[in-house]
T-cell receptor
């Protein structure tokens, strides 16, 4: 089956810093989403982005489908950005292992 | 507020109990999913319903029994579970008009 790798596994930032999270996948996909899982377990849909670039406030994402990777950018991070960020691909929504982000005040 | 509602939010059950998890969506989505998430792990797919028919069963043990009574509801019936089945159970839905999956807030299940 398709493999999804995320990096880095852990990331600690000071409030206000910028960061880039990466998702590599092993096969071509027509579905890719980024999620943020908060400490209570809620999976929040950040982007549906099988290709191209999207922006939503301080967050933006780029997927280069031909090179099988996607990037999530977080600018001016806030403590509320803390949590686990997942990339998931394909119709079955196969998840990567996630990046645990901690933003310190 | 999430558009996919799951109840209950927390459930503690014994190994001989029978219980059900419920999921409801009113977005007109015709595909609904159950995922299981163990602590510090990503969600893993259990079942997929498409147009109220079971289309994918990811080799889930028979002590988990899904049911889709109509296009808005999805149940997961639990019977004779084991302590290792303790996890966060997530429901999701997707539709052709709005790409991407929407998840509920989950049911945190503890089997004692």
């Amino acid at each position: 089956g398709i493999q999804v790798e995320q990096s880095p596994p852990d990331l600690i930032l000071q409030e206000g810093a910028n960061s880039t999270l990466r998702c590599n996948f092993s096969d071509s996909v027509n579905n890719l989403q980024w999620f943020h899982q908060n400490p209570w377990g809620q999976l929040i849909n950040l982007f549906y982005i099988p290709s191209g670039t999207k922006q939503n406030g301080r967050l933006s994402a780029t997927t280069v489908a031909t090179e099988r990777y996607s990037l999530l950018y977080i600018s001016s991070s806030q403590t509320t950005d803390s949590g686990v960020y997942f990339c998931a691909v394909s119709e079955k929504l196969v998840f990567g292992k996630g990046t645990k982000l901690t933003v310190n005040p | 507020d999430t558009e996919v509602t799951q109840t209950p939010k927390h459930l503690v059950m014994g190994m001989t109990n029978k219980k059900s998890l419920k999921c409801e969506q009113h977005m007109g989505h015709r595909a609904m999913y159950w995922y299981k998430q163990k602590a510090k792990k990503p969600p893993e797919l259990m079942f997929v319903y498409s147009y109220e028919k079971l289309s994918i069963n990811e080799s889930v043990p028979s002590r988990f029994s899904p049911e889709c009574p109509n296009s808005s509801l999805l149940n997961l019936h639990l019977h004779a579970l084991q302590p290792e089945d303790s996890a966060l159970y997530l429901c999701a839905s997707s539709g052709q008009r709005s790409p991407g999956y929407t998840f509920g807030s989950g049911t945190r299940l503890t089997v004692v």
